[in-house]
């Protein structure tokens, strides 16, 4: 049934419009590509970003002071304040995953001298 | 019978027209389905061995007796801006999975989705705070004094840079999969014409969001082929509908496509300036924690797997650190294919896996 009516169904447009563009789709695909490879493509996204970047940054330090400072004063914890804790914890983290080893190492070697 | 049965194609009688209707509305609404749900990824059974931070370390559960493994475990390396779950995509299509079944002892490092808190993560932490654990509690597992390593994209930037710096670690082999490694040539790729602009400035991207954003990660990589990933992905899978295995095999791929997470800040940074930019591991002026890294000292054995069709690490990037490195055994292998498509492709389990396989079979008892 569906194979019969492929080429006339109705309720699927990209079917109908199927060989028009498979021909369209491979030279689209290779301009889009050719153009995102060009160098004026990045040198335009290069400087909107750029420009978008530095425009924003006043008005974002901004906001980052008033929330901090907000923060600051209702005795709330702020973002750095739980990042400066993560890293300590990532530390501990650290120091255990040496005395870890250490412990390994250690029953591996009783192990031996067991064996032995 | 209807008139289209009776050989008078092209009339439609009401009730072709109501199947078609029917059928219409089911494939709509597979496509929506498949477009905004995940599939299962990353199904084969693993044991969780270690963490810190947001890294973990997983051991596969082997699928054969002890007698019948390999003596060298192998430790998959993925890339820091993705999830690894593409290694292991789906059952019956899966990296690991294959391992496995060919006698190995495979064990996957999770980098983890980076937080806010981990913005002044660099490749330094990666590869001398995090890699020597790694391999420390692997070795410690295992008992074993040697082990392979398989990086793949910025993992295998991240095993080169510690085989080098920690020659003596017992990395028997190392295999490098499209490896961003050499950015001699700026204009060769899109990633390394747009960064190399000198009005790209990746302090301030980190300076405005803290960590590099996984949309715009993603956007850059799609922006790369934008016809190919922003129209013709979802064609296909229209075209597919119908087809349970090729719209599994899509799904599967999609869900890891829209798993995207942060790059850490600084990185980021480092990945542009040091090494996009300025170049500095080819050139021998790289110093991670004061420490130069020297090609010349990498002596594993060696297998630089190239995909041709590469848009994301193009051939050229991979090609060269052949002839720095001390290694005696080495071998490049170049495959045809696309920078996910060699190892996660349709053709993988033909053109990849079993390459890989061999080399290290070779190599690993």
């Known amino acids: 049934m569906s194979e019969k009516h492929e080429a006339m169904n109705i309720f699927d447009p990209t079917g109908m419009l199927k060989s028009m563009r498979d021909t369209g789709m491979e030279h689209w695909s290779k301009m889009m590509t050719e153009f995102v490879h060009s160098d004026a493509y990045a040198e335009a996204n290069a400087e909107m970003l750029n420009v978008w970047l530095t425009t924003s940054s006043p008005f974002r330090k901004a906001m980052e002071t008033a929330v901090d400072q907000s923060l600051s004063a209702m005795n709330i914890a702020s973002r750095d304040d739980f990042m400066r804790l993560a890293d300590r914890l990532t530390n501990i983290e650290m120091r255990l995953d040496d005395l870890d080893a250490k412990l390994d190492a250690w029953m591996r070697q009783q192990g031996t001298q067991h064996q032995g | 019978?209807?008139?289209?049965?009776?050989?008078?194609?092209?009339?439609?009688?009401?009730?072709?027209?109501?199947?078609?209707?029917?059928?219409?509305?089911?494939?709509?609404?597979?496509?929506?389905?498949?477009?905004?749900t995940d599939a299962k990824v990353a199904q084969t059974p693993k044991q969780?061995?270690?963490?810190?931070?947001?890294?973990?370390?997983?051991?596969?559960t082997p699928v054969l007796p002890t007698e019948q493994r390999h003596k060298i475990p192998l430790l998959l390396v993925f890339a820091v801006m993705n999830r690894p779950h593409v290694l292991d995509l789906r059952p019956g299509h899966s990296f690991v999975e294959y391992m496995i079944a060919h006698g190995y002892d495979v064990y996957l490092l999770d980098w983890g989705?980076?937080?806010?808190?981990?913005?002044?993560?660099?490749?330094?932490?990666?590869?001398?705070?995090?890699?020597?654990?790694?391999?420390?509690?692997?070795?410690?597992?295992?008992?074993?004094?040697?082990?392979?390593?398989?990086?793949?994209?910025?993992?295998?930037?991240?095993?080169?840079?510690?085989?080098?710096?920690?020659?003596?670690?017992?990395?028997?082999?190392?295999?490098?999969?499209?490896?961003?490694?050499?950015?001699t040539d700026k204009n060769a790729g899109g990633f390394s014409r747009w960064v190399s602009q000198p009005a790209f400035d990746p302090d301030k991207i980190i300076d405005a969001f803290g960590n590099m954003p996984g949309e715009m990660i993603d956007a850059g990589a799609k922006m790369l082929k934008p016809m190919e990933n922003l129209v013709g992905s979802y064609l296909n899978l229209w075209d597919n509908i119908e087809d349970p295995s090729r719209v599994e095999a899509w799904h599967a791929m999609n869900t890891w496509v829209r798993d995207i997470i942060p790059m850490p800040g600084a990185a980021y940074r480092q990945l542009i300036t040091e090494f996009y930019k300025e170049n500095r591991l080819i050139e021998g002026t790289l110093t991670i924690r004061g420490e130069r890294v020297e090609l010349g000292r990498l002596r594993a054995n060696l297998f630089n797997v190239i995909a041709e069709s590469d848009h994301i690490t193009p051939p050229c990037q991979s090609e060269r650190v052949m002839d720095l490195v001390g290694s005696q055994d080495k071998e490049v292998f170049r495959v045809k294919g696309g920078h996910i498509g060699i190892m996660a492709g349709r053709g993988a389990e033909k053109n990849t896996w079993p390459h890989i396989d061999t080399w290290l079979a070779a190599r690993s008892d």
């Open chain 2, 1 to 36: 019978m209807s008139e289209s049965q009776n050989g008078q194609a092209g009339m439609l009688t009401f009730e072709d027209v109501c199947e078609q209707w029917h059928q219409a509305f089911d494939n709509l609404h597979k496509f929506n389905r498949l477009l905004t």
């Open chain 2, 48 to 60: 969780l061995l270690w963490t810190l931070n947001k890294a973990k370390l997983y051991r596969y």
């Open chain 2, 113 to 183: 989705i980076p937080g806010p808190e981990d913005c002044e993560l660099k490749y330094d932490d990666y590869t001398l705070e995090y890699l020597p654990r790694v391999v420390r509690k692997l070795k410690s597992v295992t008992g074993a004094n040697e082990f392979s390593m398989l990086g793949w994209c910025l993992g295998a930037l991240i095993s080169t840079m510690y085989a080098s710096l920690r020659p003596d670690d017992g990395l028997r082999n190392l295999l490098l999969l499209t490896a961003p490694l050499d950015f």
